[in-house]
């Protein structure tokens, strides 16, 4: 400031800002103060050795020119203190007229955070009316006091540190972030250190994950390194804030920063409320009096900046020039500063930075370490499985916010049995929370409470707001399209206020334009976000004739299944403004023959499963039994759909709450863990199952997965109507294979069995025998990949030839040897309708041929198709087998893949039924 020689300013910038206003103010303070522009009230100058202050803002201070440290010291003149309008007594507890304070009387009392407002001090300016002893005495309890008579004989740093810093000590104790304000422990045993990416270059950046970039390294145990500029980066959501509020308070505490001065955290909403910051307002967040800002400003300018720390959290557009400045290193070039920046501001601080770090998502380690430190272990493990229930919600939860969020939740719940079971309601219940969270840090203090139990209980001036991110997001899915930019928004709403009321579900990307220009794109966290806020502007601001109108011309497309699904979940609700439940089910009758229709007419076939979870994000019994009528009982999963364990549960749930019949489950083309056939039987215990004629199940099932197993062979032992059955892949131990095949065996109406792909060794073919016993209508029976070797089969040829109706015989790649020929051969005698042999992949050979042939041109084998491909045959079985040129009903004999000359195949193709590749 102008009392300090010129060439001593240690504010080089003032007129850009710096400490003063950004336009015309360039003293200490801004327009509130009651100095003049040299930073002194010209009402009280004097001429003495000092430039003296106006005595109701604190005491004279004696000063010579900045050299190095500062030679400044706390006047010890008892004369000049007891100039103060008010007594010792009055002004520190503990004093009388003739005592000294009490030495263990902190500098502040009644400290109440940075929210602190400045009328709160209790010096007042020359222009105020002079408060009397019995005014005094009333108000000292609940006002800050400054205890000078600590100060004197401290040098300037000394006072500094030990006067003003426990303030912001005691300020930072309770420093909470939104996510910490959810959970019930302190937040530092909660913490989870993030994972890290470093940039890549700068401009068009690129992150790239960085494990040596931790908490510790960012902010170390002591010194940082001085002048040294930070930049972190994150989604919304993701913890910046959180990071800086943990060093505060970790500097505080003396955990880290140990060697840092002063620490001043400056939260998001000083950058938000005014458009003109000065170094004045960063103080006041802390010190709310003249003076104390005064000699906190001296301090800053006698070190340069040195071992002091500057958190800027939360930094959205370009900053202040005091921010600016102060990153720019032409103000306070010492001090080290962290900055948490929004993605849209990064062009702003980016030639700034020494590093430019961005917090990541969290990964399944973080998600389970947070809840873990959050909950005891019985609760952990509940909360565990309610998240790996919802895909949805494993995805949401990667941002710390929203896993916060639920957290919440659960704990307020004590249970999951009351916690959002739908991904309607999981969407729903987040926005709500979101919503609330960002409203309450909008309000001002002492206002009334924030109510929100719907979306229509919004406040009025956001609900414009709201409403445009649900249009932009139904525009941008119709459109096939997951970014939106400025130029899309109503110019009656701003981005900003879009992204202020939901932040961590929208995220910023820097892009350039066609001229290089950077232009900001803007998208939703996820797809099913932006399908949600989609399906309520569809559901809620368009009328029934243009929400029919959408369903006929957008219900067959793939990437609106989810716009359909969140559709029928807010449809369904019943809230005052939703249609009766009748005109909904309505709706949904003529939406899913809508989709069975446009499917007959689609090569790639109906897609089942994307109905499935419409009709379940209703919760309706008349909604699943509107969906298995127009099905007809029979549900098919195509190739294409590729299930989870929550989509089994899903089809399991509607299967259970339909009236309707089902006849048919077909999974045979989708690949099933453990995990989906376990979720899918379990949630059919209590379905009606007596209707079932067709199951077909592909695995895996891993050897040793009881539960699945279990769930399996209960299930089956409930399907005495089933006529087929298909499990492949399913390879359990041996105990729960036996366990298995005994219930299959009491399925006596099976005419279809496949258990391929099932590991049944040669040891199993005795069981085999006993589960064939009992299955007399059996037609078709495929063992097919599985070792069931020779001794195999010629166990389980007890059992096959009492299937005296089997006409289908599918054996490929049994491991079958030239062993195998003579109990092959009596099966071709004994099972008269046999019609189909699949030998394919064995190893049969030439004798295996040979001694299987008296069976073939037995006048009981009725064989019209046998495939023998790749069984290592030579010149002498493939010759052998022109005995069967006489064989009238033999219409299709495969020897492709044998070690079998051209000279022989050209004698074979006098048979017209062998079919031999050239």
Known sequence: PSRYPQESNPFPSMGSGGLASEQHHSGVFDSHSSYSQDGYSSANRTTSTGPPRNLTHGPPVESTQFSGESSMRWSDNPIQQQQHPLSLA?????????????????????????????????????????????????????????????????????????????????????????????????????????????????????????????????????????????????????????????????????????????????????????????????????????????????????????????????????????????????????????????????????????????????????????????????????????????????????????????????????????????????????????????????????????????????????????????????????????????????????????????????????????????????????????????????????????????????????????????????????????????????????????????????????EVLPLFHCAFETRSPQACTILLEKLQGSISITRSEKLTRPDCSIIGYVICQSHHATSTLDFSDSYLSSECIAALTNQLENARLEEITTLCLQGPIKAGDFEAAAALTSFLSNLRNLHKLSLCNIQVKPSDQDTLLQTVSQLQKLHTLRLSSSSLSPDRGTKLAELLKNLKDLQVLDLSYNPIKDQGLKDMSEGLLECDKLSVLRLRECWLAEGSGDTLAVILKKLPHLSDLELQGNSLQTMGVVKMLPGLVDERCSLVNINLMGNKIDDGGAMSLLALNSKRTLKDLRLDGNAISPGTAASLKTMPCIHLAQ
Not at 222 to 229: I, L, N, Q, S, V
Not at 337 to 347: G, Q, R, S
Request: net charge negative; glycine share 6%.
């Open 90 to 606: 009055q002004v520190v507890p503990g004093t009388s007229a003739g005592n000294p304070p009490d030495p263990n009387i902190t500098s502040y009392q009644g400290r109440t955070g940075p929210q602190m407002e400045r009328q709160d001090a209790i010096a007042p300016s020359s222009s105020e009316k002079q408060l009397s002893v019995e005014e005094t005495e009333k108000n000292v309890n609940s006002q800050p006091v400054y205890n000078y008579q600590r100060l004197r004989g401290l040098s300037l740093e000394e006072g500094c540190i030990q006067n003003f810093r426990p303030i912001l000590c005691e300020s930072y104790k309770n420093l909470k972030t939104s996510t910490e304000k959810l959970t019930v422990k302190p937040p530092s045993e909660i913490f989870v250190n993030p994972v890290f990416s470093s940039a890549n270059g700068r401009g068009e950046m690129r992150f790239v994950a960085d494990v040596s970039i931790t908490y510790d390294s960012i902010f170390p145990a002591e010194a940082p390194e001085k002048g040294k500029r930070t930049v972190i980066l994150s989604d919304p959501g993701c913890g910046k804030t959180l990071l800086l509020t943990k060093a505060a308070r970790d500097w505080a505490a003396g955990r880290h920063l140990t060697a840092v001065s002063l620490l001043l955290y400056v939260p998001a909403h000083v950058f938000a409320s005014k458009k003109r910051v000065t170094l004045v307002d960063l103080l006041s967040l802390y010190y709310p009096d003249e003076t104390m800002q005064g000699e906190v400003a001296r301090y800053f300018a006698a070190c340069g900046g040195a071992d002091i720390c500057f958190c800027f959290d939360g930094l959205q557009k370009r900053p202040p020039s005091v921010v600016a400045e102060i990153l720019g290193g032409t103000l306070l070039p010492n001090a080290t500063v962290f900055v948490a920046c929004h993605p849209e501001a990064i062009e702003f601080v980016e030639a700034q930075a020494s590093s430019i770090v961005r917090i990541e998502r969290f990964g399944s380690e973080q998600v389970q370490a947070y809840i873990k430190r959050s909950l005891d272990s019985e609760h952990a493990r509940v909360f565990n499985e309610y998240i790996n229930s919802y895909p949805l919600l494993q995805k949401l939860c990667t941002v710390p916010l929203h896993l916060a969020v639920f957290m919440h939740l659960f704990n307020c719940s004590g249970s999951t049995t009351q916690l959002p079971d739908t991904d309607t309601k999981i969407l729903e219940l987040l926005v709500l929370n979101l919503l609330w969270l960002s409203l309450s840090s909008q309000s001002s203090p002492g206002s009334e409470a924030i109510d929100l139990q719907s979306l229509d209980q919004l406040p009025q001036q956001h609900e414009l707001a709201f409403d445009c991110l649900c249009s932009l997001a139904f525009d941008q899915i119709l459109g096939s399209k997951n970014t939106f930019s400025s130029q899309d928004v109503p110019r009656e709403v701003s981005v900003a206020t879009i992204q202020s009321l939901c932040n961590s579900l929208i995220v910023c990307d820097q892009d350039r334009s066609s001229t290089g220009l950077p232009v900001r794109r803007y998208s939703f966290t996820d797809p099913e976000v932006q399908a949600y806020f989609a399906a309520l502007h569809l559901r809620r601001k368009l009328s029934a004739e243009q929400q029919e109108q959408v369903v006929r011309d957008y219900a067959k497309y793939g990437q609106l299944r989810s716009l359909w699904k969140f559709y029928c979940g807010i449809a369904c609700k019943e809230c005052p403004q939703a249609p009766p439940h009748d005109s909904f089910l309505t709706f949904f009758s003529t939406f899913v023959q809508h989709v069975i229709n446009t499917s007959r007419a689609d090569t790639t076939g109906l």
